[in-house]
């Protein structure tokens, strides 16, 4: 696990060195703060940081973090989502994974009621791969308009270009800031103004801070530097009057957990066959280290139960010896149903190869009985957090709440996989079919061809498992440290409480 740590720290690295040295320096030579710096002097002093998605791109032909920054951060007492452009790579402009990571960030805000600050300094669209964000991208106007109308503020502190399409980032928002002289705000450019109309006019004249401020109307208060900026931000925010609309924790001092953190980087065995046990990892992050189990005695290999996580209840379900019969199938249904019942959200821990398969388990009803947790997964309407901590395959991802099942948060520790099933299990069904089909032409079985392409198949899908190239497509919220999981754990049930915490009054029809 260390080398693992070693080797996240490395991809975090290079999300931090932005578009390297020469484009940092040029940056600062211009006297502008980079992104991080910015987000820094808005925060309240000493409060934490969430950073959301920091290895968007990895894998692709753009850098790490997609030159954009998000997370949530604290404001004037104010849990806010974050989303920094970062001008050091390629102006700040938008590739399709910077797209694809502010759509993740809208969806976080949305569902969780935060308000949304923009440090915009953008070139707007990276023109070469325009085919891949002309159209998705107008969401991103989209998305500010629809928070504006869910009661969410929507707040742009402009402190560079924000030209073409990006004008429309202000230009949605609920409130503006312009850093005079050196915010550009403008549709079109002096040579595309030229080009199309023949009018020869300033970038001041087209969108400088003080045209906005005094004739436009487009800028509410115009900054005279980014210090004064970001002090502008942070009182708009004070006067916002937000709100958090969830219960807030349980009352008295929080416990700590009775079992050192640090002994969660040795838990999860370096080869995923070999099971461990999850309340080790309960004990690690609970309040106290309580933990009430749920069933203790029926569907052993999956363990449910209720704590608390920095004073805020929390139903836990998790997997124990990876694969999911029928029985813990029906256990995870009615302890989801509970958790709806009494409005608790829920932490799914994930180490799974999936559901049982097999004649006997067949006729017994697998295929209804993980679909009844699916189900219950699909149709709870109390907030989910995954945490995927070791395996992570097939339909167990489903039922276990994988990305596609929109939990709030979904994290992953750096010895997580995660794929349709694993790596040998795949190359083989392919083998068999192979064989297979070579016989039913009456053809003999090449086994040479065959062990290569065991081989490619196996370290492709090995490769297309592991955390940083999922986390590269935006298939979680971020690789983490195992022994960071309660810390990260509060931060997210403290934002999911910004909204109303409300089960489900149903759910779809439970085959018998």
Known sequence: MLEKLAALDAEHAKALEGGGEKYVARHRKRGKMLARERIELLLDPDSPFLELSPLAAWGSDFPVGASVVTGIGVVEGVECMIVANDPTVRGGSSNPWTVKKSFRASDIALENRLPVLNLVESGGADLPTQKEIFIPGGRMFRDLTRLSAAGIPTIALVFGNSTAGGAYIPGM????????????????????????????????????????????????????????????????????????????PGPGPVEEPLYDAEELAGIVPEDLKVPFDPREVVARIADGSRFDEFKPLYGTSLVTGWTRVHGYPIGV??????????????????????????????????????????????????????????????????????????????????????????????????????????????????????RQAAEARGQAYDEEQDRAMREMVETQIEAESLPFFLSGRLYDDGVIDPRDTRTVLGLCLSVVHNAPVRGADGFGVFRM
């Open 317 to 434: 379900l998790a997997n124990a010896q990876g694969v999911l019969f029928s029985e813990e199938a029906q256990k995870a249904a009615q302890f989801i149903q509970l958790a709806n019942q009494s409005d608790t959200p829920l932490l799914f821990l994930h180490n799974t190869t999936g559901y049982m398969v097999g004649k006997e388990y067949e006729q017994a009803g697998i295929i209804k009985h993980g679909a009844l947790m699916i189900n219950a997964v699909a149709n709870s309407k109390v907030p989910h957090i995954s945490i995927v901590m070791g395996a992570s395959y097939g339909a167990g991802n489903y039922g276990m709440c994988g990305r596609a099942y929109d939990p709030r948060f979904l994290f992953t520790w750096p010895s997580a996989k995660s794929a349709v099933m694993g790596p040998q299990q795949l190359a083989g069904v392919l083998s068999i079919v192979a």
């Open 173 to 248: 928002c609920d409130y503006v800031v312009m850093v005079k002289e050196r915010a550009k705000v403008f549709l079109g450019g002096p040579p595309l103004v030229k080009m199309a109309t023949g009018e020869e006019a300033g970038d001041e004249e087209l969108g400088g801070a003080e045209m906005h401020a005094r004739t436009s109307g487009l800028a509410d208060y115009m900054a005279v530097d980014e210090d004064d900026a970001l002090r502008l931000g942070r009182r708009i925010v004070k006067n916002l009057n937000h709100r958090k609309l969830g219960p807030p």
